[in-house]
């Protein structure tokens, strides 16, 4: 088992910077790939960054790619997101994932692919 707890959300201006923290414990280990994805209010829970277990490979959603960055400390078993220049529509429930896999360079978008979830943080972008 692996427990994700997320940290970082709350309330920005649009323009505004926020960085979010997932700390993973439990059964960690390198061979995991770790994802952040989000829930708008009112909408299905859609696909934001992955990054690999191995050489810290990033997979970025389309219409996020140069606001957010993804990056991880396999030391310290934590991942974040810093996003930049937020908008009102980036407001929703951000969560962190996890999967275990033998596959070193994998960033997978699919939410049913994660095998571990946090309890998610609010993020709040207002105009």
């Known amino acids: 088992q692996v427990q994700l707890v997320e940290s970082g959300g709350g309330l920005v201006q649009a323009g505004g910077s926020l960085s979010v923290s997932c700390a993973a414990s439990?059964?960690?280990?390198?061979?995991?790939?770790m994802g952040w994805f989000r829930q708008p209010p009112g909408k299905d829970r859609e696909f934001v960054a992955a990054?690999?277990?191995?050489?810290?490979?990033?997979y970025y959603a389309d219409s996020l790619k140069g606001r957010f960055t993804i990056s991880r400390d396999n030391a310290k078993n934590t991942v974040s997101l810093l996003m930049n220049n937020l908008k009102p529509g980036d407001t929703a429930v951000y969560y962190c994932?996890?999967?275990?896999?033998?596959?070193?360079?994998?960033?997978?978008?699919?939410?049913?692919?994660?095998?571990?979830w946090g309890q998610g943080t609010q993020v709040t972008v207002s105009s």
């Open positions: 439990g059964r960690t280990s390198s061979s995991v790939a």
């Open positions: 994932a996890a999967v275990r896999t033998s596959n070193p360079y994998y960033t997978g978008k699919s939410a049913a692919a994660y095998d571990y």
């Open positions: 990054i690999s277990w191995s050489r810290g490979d990033t």
